[in-house]
């Protein structure tokens, strides 16, 4: 379950995730939903309120990127991405030279 400061999403957890200097990637596993997509607009938009309320501003965009992940190629492939995106962040076009 993935705890939010109104409550619970049941079904739901984070199953890999990483922290950048300008974004975050979080892989989220939804169960039992008709539209995982729909689902997750409503847990990203929880995520952004409530950080933005501990920090007492929003350092958020106003959207995001999600994907429904379809097949164990997919998965793999996402997983790693998220594992290996900090060890690219020198490369980066945002990282301070």
Known sequence: MIYYTNGWYNGCKIIHFVVMPYLIHL???IAGRASPSTYSGDIVCDLKSAVSRIIGF????RSFHDHVIRNDDEYNRITEYIKNNPALWLEDCFYPK
């Open 27 to 29: 892989l989220i596993q």
């Open 58 to 61: 929003s350092p958020w965009q």
